[in-house]
RNA sequence: GUGGGUAUAGCUCAGCUGGUAGAGCGCCGCCUUGUGGUGGCGGAUGUCGCGGGUUCGAGUCCCGUUACUCACCCCA
């Protein structure tokens, strides 16, 4: 058989890579239920009617069919789910009398989307989702409470102590508050007009001028959005300084305490790895969102996009009598590891668990190191014989291309263990041994500095 | 879906205007006969993505195809 080649857009991880995203995601749930936000799983199909409800994104949905279809179109079929946001709506409806409102859940699967593949851009790839939805409302401060663990999460994988990922900027807008300002300044088309704002990331603000003035805007209305896009503030600042701006609306006063009340109650989260701020040019594409959205940014990786993304929608779903409200972020754990992973910037120590690899001195000692091995493994130390019992140095070696810090041999003396990083060698006892607390587990290093470089001469 | 680039050893890549396939790293062995790493010496490895064409001769030129990749669209 030839040697397959990768399937693009469906990343893999080598063992010690994926050690780190199991590490990530476990980090990520911890927080999730630290903050009372219970897991869930959906199935990974619905069908292809569900699918669709969201509007444009119908050419990148993978459709489920079977092999041998006798009819193919009879049903209504199954595509696999595009994100978590939908099938988490419709478990809701399915749920609704059986959950407790407001009701909070994270869940962190796979999704699938037929996109053309790019850096940070998969058509398989994991989201770690939260999201609070209430029958028939949900008070504001929710999308506070949103922010904060998302933050509170974020700063865990962020912090030095425990992955030290590169720093996190999660920047928060309110739809309210520039459709109102789009409004005061008499502007027709809402949406378009926050269409065309939330290419400034990619489009210098002079060809976006353009484009909004052939969407039907005055240069003047043009110029006044180009200015309230500009307002970037890490406080409440921004306030006085969209006041200055001179445009009134209810709608726009609305976002604006709404957007002051989730940027103040942030502050108290903010370290020198994850910061807040509030950007008055995000808009999102999506057109659900209703008050605040999220976008992320992950330092020294600006061109990946947003890593995590998110924000209010005043109708999540509907069965006619009641329509439920929610608010939610989406982290994309691969956009955020598969890249740092590639390039070599995010690194465990070891690719497989074992702490120790027990020496084997001959094919007859074989049953006495499995005996050694156990005693290690009663005190919770993870552990492997060695395969074949060649030469001490052999082994050795074995154990340092698996990132295996210690060597346990049997010597005429009793059982000693080497640690092949320093060489020291001493005598032990197996069934009591434990290694320094920071040896137990592989080991996560990030090197910030080369990814640097590469960012810089681009 | 639209447009560009690339495809040679396990990895990163060289290979000029066509002339029988290379380097570095890695891997294996020995120096070192049961305790690795450094050093020295030696060794193995290829349908040159695939198919066709031009030619005495194609990794090299032409056409097609597939995969990968970058940008657009959109998004985590």
């Not at 503030?233 to 709608?251: A, I, M």
């Not at 001490?392 to 041999?409: D, N, S």
Request: hydrophobic letters at 35%.
């Amino acid at each position: 058989m030839a040697k397959p080649t990768p399937l693009s857009g469906f990343p893999e991880f080598l063992p010690a890579q994926r050690y780190v995203e199991t590490t990530v995601l476990d980090t990520l749930a911890t927080v999730f239920e630290l903050h009372g936000f219970a897991n869930i799983e959906t199935r990974a199909v619905e069908p292809m009617d569900q699918l669709l409800r969201k509007g444009d994104t119908s050419k990148e949905v993978y459709v489920l069919r079977r092999l041998q279809e006798e009819d193919g179109g009879k049903d209504k079929g199954l595509g696999l789910h595009f994100d978590l946001t939908v099938p988490f709506a419709r478990y809701v409806l399915e749920n609704a009398g059986k959950l407790e409102f407001p009701f909070r859940r994270y869940q962190i699967q796979k999704v699938w989307r037929g996109e053309r593949p790019q850096d940070g851009r998969y058509r398989e790839f994991a989201q770690a989702d939260i999201d609070i939805v209430g029958a028939g409302e949900l008070p504001v401060h929710h999308d506070l409470e949103i922010a904060r663990v998302m933050l509170d999460a974020l700063g865990r994988i962020a912090h030095p102590d425990v992955l030290g990922l590169p720093g996190f900027r999660l920047q928060v807008n309110n739809r309210k508050l520039i459709q109102g300002f789009y409004a005061g300044l008499g502007i027709d088309d809402l949406d378009e007009t926050m269409r065309l704002i939330d290419k400034l990331d990619k489009l210098p603000a002079d060809a976006v001028r353009t484009q909004l003035v052939e969407s039907g805007l005055s240069e003047e209305q043009a110029d006044r959005c180009l200015e309230l896009a500009t307002i970037c503030t890490p406080d409440t600042s921004f306030v006085d300084k969209v006041r200055g701006l001179g445009v009134e609306h209810p709608l726009l006063d609305e976002g604006l305490a709404e957007l002051a009340d989730v940027v103040a109650g942030c502050a108290a989260l903010v370290t020198d790895r994850v910061r807040i701020e509030a950007d008055l040019k995000i808009a999102r594409g999506l057109d659900y969102y209703t008050g605040t959205v999220f976008e992320t940014r992950l330092d020294g990786h600006e061109s990946l996009g947003s890593i995590c993304s998110g924000g209010r929608y005043d109708s999540l779903a509907s069965d006619g009598r009641t329509t439920y409200p929610g608010v939610g972020i989406s982290l994309g754990v691969s956009r955020l590891l598969v890249p740092l992973l590639n390039r070599g910037e995010l690194v465990a120590d070891r690719s497989v668990p074992s702490v120790v690899l027990v020496a084997l001195t001959d094919e007859a000692g074989r049953a006495d190191s499995d005996t050694l091995a156990t005693q290690l493994r009663s005190s919770g130390v993870p552990c492997e014989v060695a395969p074949s019992p060649q030469k001490f140095g052999k082994q050795i070696r074995y154990a340092e291309r698996r990132g295996i810090p210690y060597v346990l041999f049997s010597t005429e003396d009793g059982p000693q263990i080497k640690d092949i990083r320093s060489g020291e060698q001493v005598a032990v006892d197996p069934a009591t041994w434990t290694p320094p607390p920071a040896d137990l587990k592989p080991r996560i290093t990030v090197s910030t500095s080369t990814t640097n470089q590469m960012e810089t001469e681009k």
